[in-house]
């Protein structure tokens, strides 16, 4: 397996994305059906088959791209139905629905750090492991990479990030309600704050400012405890 081709490069990047945020928006139903709200549940998006989440241009389309680009891949699914009004505390029940996505990428980075970890102790050897080994590897660390971005990413507390329904449930009645209405931009939003903004301003990507510092801060946390597990640890 050449590291250089473009399949591979691909390969390592969209098949850890796609996990990341399949499992992203299933934690999201998960929570709705524990607290009362079964729409997720009946509309069959329950489940870890990725045909039922796919975005095209979210999932596949861009995340190709960016990585045949060699740029920093992200990507998105097909939103998770909830139904507010059928949780058992609608405010604070979407606050818990917004935050188990994010929970669940958290859970899995540090699976991945686990994982690298013993596979580093397994290998018995401080470098990389190359062949089949290292496309396992490969899809370790960017999974890692992914869940931890996909996390602080979504925890920007603007709609239509998960981050926006936590600052909805906090803030009063009244301006909860005129904050929600920012919701029918979250695309335009989106494409604003990560490809507009920094192509006009340099100095104001919201990426390389806000996410990219606690990312590498959380990054280090579970690289540190993958090393642990490895016995390489300091």
Same mark, same amino acid.
């Given at each position: 397996m050449n590291p250089d081709n473009v399949i591979y490069r691909a390969a390592v990047w969209i098949i850890p994305l796609i996990i990341a945020i399949v499992f992203h928006e299933v934690a999201h139903g998960w929570m709705a059906r524990f607290l009362g709200d079964p729409t997720a549940f009946e509309k069959r998006r329950l489940s870890f088959n990725? =045909?039922?989440? #796919?975005?095209?241009?979210?999932?596949?389309?861009?995340?190709? %791209? @960016?990585?045949?680009?060699?740029? /920093? #891949?992200?990507?998105?699914?097909? *939103?998770?139905?909830?139904?507010?009004?059928?949780?058992? &505390? *609608?405010?604070?029940?979407? =606050?818990?629905? $917004?935050?188990?996505?994010?929970?669940?990428n958290f859970a899995l980075a540090t699976i991945a750090a686990i994982a690298l970890g013993m596979l580093s102790a397994a290998t018995g050897d401080?470098? /990389? *492991?190359? %062949?089949?080994?290292?496309?396992?590897?490969?899809?370790?660390? &960017?999974?890692?990479?992914? &869940?931890?971005?996909? $996390?602080l990413f979504n925890l920007l507390?603007?709609?239509?990030?998960?981050?926006?329904? =936590?600052?909805?449930?906090?803030?009063?009645?009244?301006?909860?309600?005129?904050? $929600?209405? @920012?919701?029918?931009?979250?695309?335009?939003? #989106?494409? @604003?704050?990560?490809?507009?903004?920094?192509?006009a301003f340099p100095s104001a990507n919201i990426v390389e400012r806000v996410v990219l510092p606690p990312a590498q801060m959380v990054i280090g946390w579970f690289l540190a405890l993958a090393q642990t597990i490895a016995g390489t640890g300091a």
């Open positions: 990725p =045909v039922r989440h #796919v975005d095209p241009i979210g999932t596949l389309v861009l995340p190709l %791209g @960016l990585a045949i680009a060699g740029a /920093p #891949v992200f990507g998105w699914a097909k *939103p998770v139905p909830v139904d507010a009004r059928r949780l058992d &505390n *609608p405010r604070w029940g979407m =606050v818990a629905v $917004a935050l188990a996505g994010p929970g669940m401080t470098a /990389p *492991p190359t %062949g089949v080994m290292g496309f396992v590897f490969a899809n370790l660390v &960017n999974f890692l990479l992914v &869940n931890v971005f996909l $996390a507390p603007l709609p239509p990030f998960d981050g926006g329904h =936590v600052v909805q449930g906090i803030l009063p009645r009244r301006l909860a309600h005129e904050y $929600a209405k @920012l919701a029918r931009f979250g695309f335009l939003l #989106v494409i @604003l704050l990560i490809v507009v903004v920094p192509m």
